[in-house]
């Protein structure tokens, strides 16, 4: 397993905004960040799928993150709703069935 990165945030995007510069090679910044060059370029894409998401959101347009959580939240609403329904059902059909009213 690899180890993990203890640069920060700040330290992360300045290694990227170089290498989206083009200041350096990207050995040579992934080397002075201490990190290997598939690090880097990990980095510089989560960095530039991030900054496509805002611009999406920006337009009024969703992600499709967004739109998956909204669908999930929506499922969980409907699920809470079907057990709470059968918890109902279910205290009835016991209080029938010892004739406890």
Avoid at 57 to 75: F, H, P, T, V, Y
Wanted: hydrophobic content about 40%; proline content about 1%; cysteine-free.
């Amino acid at each position: 397993m690899a180890a993990q990165s203890k640069l920060g945030i700040t330290e992360r995007q300045e290694a990227v905004l170089a290498l989206l510069r083009r200041e350096e090679p990207a050995k040579i910044i992934a080397r002075r960040y201490g990190v290997s060059d598939k690090t880097l370029y990990a980095w510089r894409d989560e960095f530039l799928a991030g900054g496509q998401a805002a611009l999406a959101r920006s337009q009024g347009k969703a992600d499709s993150r967004d739109r998956q959580i909204a669908e999930l939240q929506a499922e969980l609403t409907e699920r809470d709703k079907v057990i709470g329904e059968l918890t109902i059902a279910n205290r009835i059909l016991k209080k029938t069935a010892t004739g406890s009213y």
